[in-house]
């Protein structure tokens, strides 16, 4: 019983101590915050983050639970063959992606996606460009493949080979008014150049400049590591709409509508503004701010990467590797470091997207773009292992909560 005149104890705990009385690492946080259990509050003194203090004490009588007592959440077990992730990173078809993305084009591994085999490269893929009109990049890419399902069949599962190099390079060759600016060509370890890859193509339509010595193989890498990530949304959306058997670029589109949300393909777009706002007003004022005013934090932490998003540091350090003196580095630098500082909270592959994008200077749209183009290879794998099951399969019943 507390005693007269006694000071109560305050409402809210800082990152440190909220990890301490969990027992867990700051990091592991997210993962809670990110399944419901529990809601990051601004910090009184408006530079961090802190918790609930009931919170913390109710989460560290419960143990460390597995999944909210107050929450919807939805965990489904899905069989795939396509990617495995671990904590060390995720593997297609049983290879490392961040050994493919350093060695392999991308068109490559979406046919090693698709198929099960990597092979050598073949040559630029062909598509059939749609009017772009006057829209912006993102609605660009959604009314591509809108396009493509209005005007061809859709593929069934043998055809998804073929139904993936059209659909992709379609939306890549459909982003810009004009196709005539130069493709530049992309350099792999132990080849000659390569001319028209989708890396090659998408730099054209999204960067205002030739690339620098690395960073056109930086957005291939891109590529092939976004290309596919465990069932995340716009995977299940797919997948869903694949067990209706939907065409295969209705299911697609499905994919590109969930995509969409700011905290999924959007999510680069958001730590660009940081990045921005930290280089203008420094990185623990642009930090503290986006802190205060969210409790979550696009482009950092990751559930199935507590330590950090091994993703995120291949990514970076091609970058790195290609721009070492660009002020976007050294921004992207502080930035992290304070977010660490307010959140315990490591980078992910957004904000390693959106560090790639800054140094190019690409559109403010690019990240989704490159995100989105990446992402329907992986789709298009899963559209293809789900017409082999049970069509109708995903049916969740709903607990009626109203009056």
């Known amino acids: 019983m507390e005693l007269d005149g006694a000071a109560p104890p305050p409402a809210t705990v800082s990152v440190a101590e909220a990890a301490r009385r969990l027992g867990v690492k700051p990091a592991t946080l997210y993962a809670y915050v990110s399944r419901g259990l529990l809601q990051r509050v601004p910090a009184a003194d408006g530079r961090g983050s802190a918790y609930d203090r009931l919170e913390i004490e109710a989460l560290a009588a419960r143990g460390r639970p ?37 060695a392999q084009p991308f068109e ?76 530049p060509r992309l350099a792999m370890p132990g080849a000659a150049p390569l001319p028209r890859t989708v890396a090659g193509r998408l730099w054209a339509q999204l960067a205002p400049r030739a690339p620098a010595d690395g960073m056109l193989a930086a957005l291939n890498a891109a590529l092939v590591l976004l290309a596919d990530h465990d069932v995340a949304a716009s995977t299940f959306a797919v997948r869903v709409a694949a067990s209706t058997r939907a065409g295969t670029y209705a299911c697609v589109a499905a994919g590109m509508a969930v995509l969409s949300g700011p905290l999924h393909g959007g999510a680069s777009g958001v730590v660009r503004e940081l990045l921005r706002e930290g280089g203008r007003a420094g990185a623990g004022r642009a930090v503290a701010a986006r802190v205060a005013s969210s409790p979550r934090s696009p482009g950092f932490g990751h559930p199935l990467y507590p330590g950090g998003d091994p993703r995120a540091a291949a990514l970076v350090s091609l970058v790195r590797a290609a721009a070492p003196h660009a002020r976007p580095v050294a921004v992207y630098d502080e930035v992290v470091a304070a977010v660490a500082r307010a959140t315990g909270l490591a980078p992910n592959v957004d904000a390693a997207l959106a560090l790639l994008a800054e140094v190019a200077d690409m559109d403010d749209a690019a990240g989704e773009v490159v995100f989105a183009v990446a992402r329907t290879a992986g789709w298009l794998a899963h559209v293809a292992e789900e017409y082999g099951e049970e069509p109708l399969r995903f049916r969740p019943r709903a607990t009626y909560v109203g009056p």
Not at 145 to 171: D, F, K, N, Y
Request: glycine share 8%; hydrophobic share 40%.
């Open 108 to 183: 490559c591994v979406a046919e090693l996606l698709w198929s099960g085999t990597l092979p050598r490269w073949a040559g630029p893929w062909q598509g059939t460009p749609a009017p772009r009109g006057e829209v912006g990049l993102a609605q660009a890419l959604r009314l591509a493949v809108a396009h493509v399902a209005a005007r061809e069949r859709s593929a069934p599962p043998t055809e998804v080979v073929a139904a993936g190099r059209h659909l992709i390079a379609t939306v890549v060759d459909s982003l810009a008014p004009c196709a005539a600016r130069r493709v």
């Open 66 to 102: 597995r999944r909210s007592s107050r929450s919807s959440s939805i965990d489904l077990l899905i069989e795939t063959r396509v990617t495995s992730v671990d904590a060390a990173g995720h593997r297609y078809r049983g290879h490392p992606a961040s050994e493919l993305a350093r």
